[in-house]
């Protein structure tokens, strides 16, 4: 998959071309600026892989920088397993910053607006702010210290620097317009005090940006053409212009922000603020449980970072927000993995069976394609003998109709072997059948060219003499809920969302699978081996995907 050519043009491209023809861009410019605050989920990878592709395209550059301006939220952690998943992606940064590296310029440019008479200091309360906001129909009320003088905010500010007040008693405002119908114009805040270690800068400063002063100053010093991003900031763009135009440094060239739909996935949590709740909570087992749509998560389920570009280039870009089926994201992953994934046999609810005629002792070695998609796979051999496993499912005492699988008195087909007729089960002490007793026919060995003899059914099976245990993790959506797109929706928990088997029984040749990687379990789905919780003594596989789509093309 070439990079220049993954992601199809869109209405970003077209303004991007624009800018370029009319020359107010010479050399396109991407950025992907997270907050260290938590692991990274699908919805990232929309937007690493919008900006990265777009540089790409056009011959670009793309900076990661982490957005650290809130060290009380922050930690090395996240940093960590967000530059391991933008390259687990295919994606390579030119440039690594952090918003931290610009902290003094940020003060000088906050200092710059102050004294422009530009931003005040306040020394309201947070709710006392909050009220005096106003709503959507009534504009806010302008704070009682927003007519200091320059000097006497200079002076304070400075001293909100050196640490002279107590965190939560003084922030910068800037002073825009009360009344603007726009929210985020009514002198927003723009610097809190905060005494917290920072992570990069230790206890250097007790005073730090607000995400929509910083993000602007960030990206114009790092000389971002375009600053690409989701919908929901599509209202704090008068704020990031306005931020800059009063700047001098700024006044004629600065980045020209562009907003994209954000991605919702029917029945999938992808808000950071619900994810952490459900890790604190212990409800998953930590930030890449293979239930949540985290890209660490998702790695570890045994997505491929192909099939995630494939699910970003098929959703579009898009200038309004809509819920995509995850339908269409299980198609991505299956067609990557079918050509790739090599096919094997795994009973994951055995139930025993006995050839009664087959001969003690004797094992042949049968040839099995690898992969019948993919010749250049080859082929496997595959042990049969005298004691083998099948699928409970695959054996009904009282079938229904058009039922073709095994009852007493019916032939089927075992897969690559002979055709095995059901004579008679074993019982337990309270009745359940725990042994079919069959017989074969050796006249119908697997390419033998036999005429006349027709079975509707054909099965897997395991031999019993060869099988490797294992443990198979079989996952369902993690939570349900009614409105994806309202993050203050209630989350309803899956009871169902994991469940765990056992003594699953698979063929001798998963003994060359490594952790990681990826098998089709034959009439069960597309697995992979839990990186984790696998051992070179007993593996365990999660299920990345059914072989059935619901998704229609």
Known sequence: MKDET??????????????????????????????????????????????????????????????????VKEDVEYVNSIKEDIQWLGCQWDHLFYASDYFGKMYDYAMELVKKGLAFVDDQTAEEISDTRGSLTEPGVESPYRNRSIEENASLFEKMKKGDFPDGSRVLRAKIDMSSPNINMRDPVIYRIARATHHNTGDEWCIYPMYDFAHPIEDAIEGISHSLCSLEFENHRPLYDW??????????????????????????????????????????????????ETISGMRRRGFTPESLRDFTERIGVAKSNSIV??????????????LKAKRKMAVLKPLKVTITNYPEGQVEWLDDEDNTDNENMGVRKVPF????YVEQEDFMENPPKKYHRLYVGNEVRFRKAYFITCNDVVRDAEG????????????TKSGSGFEGRKVKGTIHWVSA???????????????????????????????????????????????????????????????????KLSTAEHLVFNRVVSL???YKI
């Open 432 to 443: 359940k059948v725990i042994e079919l007793l069959c017989t074969y026919d050796p006249e």
């Open 385 to 388: 003998s005298k004691h083998l």
């Open 6 to 71: 993954i992601m199809a043009s869109n209405f970003i491209h077209n303004m991007i071309d624009a800018d370029l023809e009319n020359g107010n861009v010479k050399k396109i410019h991407t950025r992907f600026p997270p907050e260290p605050n938590g692991y990274l989920h699908v919805g990232h990878a929309k937007a690493i892989l919008i900006n990265y592709l777009t540089a790409k395209k056009y011959g670009g550059e793309f900076n990661l920088r982490f957005d650290d301006t809130n060290p």
């Open 548 to 550: 059935k789509s619901s």
């Open 325 to 338: 089926d995850r339908a269409l994201l299980e198609y991505c992953v299956r067609e990557d993995l079918k």
């Open 465 to 531: 003499d060869h099988a490797m245990d294992a443990t198979v993790r079989l996952y369902e959506n993690l939570v349900i809920r009614e409105d994806e797109e309202d993050e203050n929706s209630e989350l309803v928990l899956n009871p169902n969302s994991l469940i765990t088997l056992e003594n699953c029984k698979l063929e001798p040749s998963f003994v060359e699978v490594k952790p990681g990687e990826h098998v089709q379990f034959l009439r069960n789905g597309y697995f992979v081996a839990d990186t």
């Open 243 to 292: 931020v800059l135009m009063n700047l001098d440094d700024y006044k004629v060239e600065r980045p020209r922000q562009i907003e994209f739909a954000k991605l919702f996935i029917k029945d999938s949590v992808l808000g950071k603020r619900y994810l952490k709740k459900l890790v604190d909570d212990g409800k998953v087992e930590g930030w890449d449980d293979p239930r949540l």
